[in-house]
């Protein structure tokens, strides 16, 4: 069973070893009769500037192409401006002819799928059954013998294993503000843009000081009660692999040609489109979720709660987030998500979704509705009902991954009183940041007006989609796991989760039930909140737990060894759930007067 | 504004502390030599395990002290002199109280087995021990565990989470049988041994031998003289109070320091909680030295009522409580004893997979409900004490038997089964009508 199971590991190993080569191998070649451009000054330009250049005709790594590609744009740019700058060219408009940023890059961009070739290219499901097949193939191998096991809770070693034992505070720390400023730097030289970045510091700044002043955290240092044990370094770098990934996932695709070629036949077969970056993603994903959702079945073999959950989650991700958007467009309908839910689907409002959807007949204009319909009567009605746990652990595509890829580092969660802080005005700032971020643009869409306060719309929403929804859901949100828990974009960004948790803090049926005096303070239920909960800080005075931030996966109430917790819903006290302590033990009637 | 001193960080010390700052302003000081924050000593075997690290065990953070003005202070109490009202610590310096609680807890027994002292043999109740366990466990090739108690199982688990072979001697002829009626007991049997646990019953310790270091590397069988080779032995054949170096003090003292209703020993300003208190007038239904945590807790509370002039009596309420034996969790509610007494009838349910059941104890007369086991399934604690106070008529509790349960959602329900054992059993036909559910729950215990 053992060599079973190591057999599986190695071939995870080595899929993840192959996939990360792959971008290495291969090679770009442009012909000049590739180049296609619809602008004619930039053609003849770009043509010129390459003369001398050893460029058309020639195999360059995808490396040297896109920078060797990029010098010729910009020299070609230069050349225009030069030009233009000796006089205007008659029957010509400055903006046309001038050869700007951004289409460099988009040059570039739009260069790559069609010049790379190699290997890859020609044996694309060769790569697809070396990396996929072989990481399920080897993931299969490990997860199944696990079946065999006794049913019972499995978390045997977890802090003795360099992979999911987590950070000591300051390395964690180190990485957190790290990647928080590398993310601005870039947010800088990516969007040109000086002034986003700046905003973003003193937003942080501003909460930092209320969480430090306001709060009064500043002697309340969880560093003094958190982890002294070394740090694990396998964890370390699969943090920095994953977040590795994400950065050329969303800002430099440009690389990963090689593995969107490798998807590219399973594309054709489900949409008989091209695949882009985000078909891979939506592909690995869903095979993530399913292989390791898989192993949540052989975790909690005796926890039904679980195990629906988990079928749940799998499903939404396989048909909901993946088949049937490809589907509709193979029968020519918009690509849509049925169950991703604004504001966490923050481009919903967008003037393209929208004059897209409206522009694409009755099931357009039936998406259009059923996205709205969810937001305001959706999701304040499933979430009185039975919390935002409806979404978060059973539908979400984020919880999904959260819930399977994510589970073994879910005791990486802060659970400090500090964290708490900083997670209510971080999410609740992401909200706001949301909604002001929409209301501009349905202005703009409706009257026209593209700045307001002094603000561009443009400038607004290009900010968000990097700073947000970009670098704080996938790099961080994602990235983080094996550093900060399963959770971390749920817990500190998801302005969805804000939302719910709203309503779920004030107008659910939904708690986690105490179960009289049964605790006795072993904490398991805190180590394993996702969310950070200091569960047993409630179970521990038979107090139920009503918190926004609980998405109700139901860990706390499988871990705990005395069978303290449960889930439910009661519509007998919702106005009275967070202020009743069942188990005082000693009442002011039991007390004398001396 | 009076110094109240307190001797001992566990649950029922610091549950002092709390109250006592909830209800005043005196100064409070807690001394203790064991860590320097209060952990959750029933978590120890999760941090063995790898589960939780011992930072996880806490349950305040450590800024959680100053911020309410708790003092605490790492060091042994050597010596009390009630007279003068002074501490003397192990560091030489002495200290003085204006009132004194004692929440000294308990240690491991020893019943003077020859070779108990040597090196590599330990029981398990303090940090200390824990980490004498790990050092031990690098290499272990066999562990022995001399008792068969709630603790015993725990330490078995332990090892076998690591993959080290363990032989549990056990003196009774089935799994902690002097508690659990016979029907449990065997289950857990069955449990321990589907676990890989080499499980020696009817069988008493003979003697530990030294391997020639000074450390143990045998472990003889009483009866079959066996000698089980082994590098690590547990003693875990109970605990009793640590007070060991108060008998000659002039405090009144039994197995426990003798304390009334209202948690005073004889000694005037000196109040004695938790594992270490022996109740002189224990109530119904309840033994004088209760070494749990949630009595501890109770009496921690208590007594900061009586130290803050709002005299309360130590009140317990119904007998509960709660283990895990490995992969098969355990509630128990009101009067549940190993032989069914005169007078008493019961009803148990078990599942065909050995690793669920359900017993309700009820008067043969009056049929009033008197006690719950659960093995495998959750009850609720507040619906089960309910019913036995008021003295629920049997089947008025089997009929709204699903509002007890607490199992989390989708799990299977067993009240069924046990109505059936039920009507077999008497000729009745009751049939349940209140499944699990929270909102009849709440009008319940409202009622
Ligand atoms: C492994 C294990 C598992 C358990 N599991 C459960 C369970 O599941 N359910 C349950 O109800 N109970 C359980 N218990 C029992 C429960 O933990 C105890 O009843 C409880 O911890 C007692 O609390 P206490 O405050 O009375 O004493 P303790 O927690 O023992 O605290 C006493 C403290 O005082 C210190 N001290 C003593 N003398 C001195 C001195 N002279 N100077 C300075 N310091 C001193 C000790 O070092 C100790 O730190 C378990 C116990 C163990 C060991
Ligand atoms: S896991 Fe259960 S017993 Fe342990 S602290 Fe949480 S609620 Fe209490």
Known sequence: MKIIQNIGLLLVILAILIFTAMLGIGYNKMEISDLNLENEDHQTAIIEAAQGEAFFGEELSSIAFISKYKSILKKASNQLNENWSNGPIKGKEEWTYKLQDWQISKYVESSIASTADGPVQRNPLLFLGLTFGLAILGGLLYIIPLFNEHEGIKHNGIYHNPLTRGLKVNVRSLFLFGGFFAILVWGFFKLQNLFWPLVTIAVAGIITALVFVKDKSKGQDPQR?????DTGWLGIIAGTYLIGFYILLYWAPSYIQNWIDMVDPVSRMLSGGEASQWFLYGLMYSV????????????????????????????????????????LVRMNQPW???????????????????????????LGVFMLVWGIILIIVGIPLMTYFMGKRWYCSWVCGCGGLAETMGDPFRQLSDKSMRAWKYERYIIHGVLAFAVIMTAMVLIHYFTGRSTLLGMNVENVKSWYGFFIGAGFSGVVGTGFYPLMGNRVWCRFGCPLAAYLGIVQRFQSRFRITTNGGQCISCGNCSTYCEMGIDVRSYAQKGQDIVRSSCVGCGVCSAVCPRGVLRLENGSGDVGTRTEELRTIHISESEVGIL | MKHIVIIGNGISGIT???WVRKLSDHKITVISSETDHFFSRTALMYIYMGHMRYEDTKPYEDWFWDKNRIELKKAHVNFIDFDQKQLQLDDGSSFSYDKLVLALGSKSNKFGWPGQDLNGVGGLYHYQDLEQMEVYSNGLKRAVIVGG???GIEMAEMFHSRHIPVTMLVREDSYWSNVLPSEESKMINNHIIKNGIDLRLGVNLGEIKDGGTGTANAVVVKESGEEIPCGYVGLTAGVSPNIGWLIESGLDIGRGIKVNEYLETNIADVYAIGDCAEQQSPQPGRRPIEAIWYTGRIMGETVAYNICGKPVKY???????SAKFIDIEYQVYGEVPAKIRDGMTTLFWKHHDNEKSIRINYDTDSRAVLGFNLFGIRYRHEVCEKWILEKTHIEEVLTHLGMANFDPEFYKQYEQNLIDQYNEQTGSSVTLKTKRGLNKVLAFLKS
């Open chain 2, 315 to 321: 009140n317990p309420g119904l007998w509960f409580n």
């Open chain 2, 149 to 151: 108690g709630l603790i």
């Open chain 1, 225 to 229: 009660s958190a982890s002294p044990i």
């Open chain 1, 336 to 362: 849509f998500d049925f169950k991703n839910i604004w504001p966490l689907d923050y481009d919903f409002f967008y003037k393209y979704n929208l004059d897209n959807l409206m522009s694409s007949g009755g």
């Open chain 1, 288 to 327: 993530i979720v399913l292989v390791m959702g898989i192993r949540m079945f052989t975790k909690y073999q005796h926890n039904k709660y679980q195990k629906v959950r988990t079928a749940s989650v799998i499903f939404f991700q396989l048909a909901f987030a993946f088949l049937i958007p490809e589907i």
């Open chain 2, 16 to 18: 002092t502390a709390r």
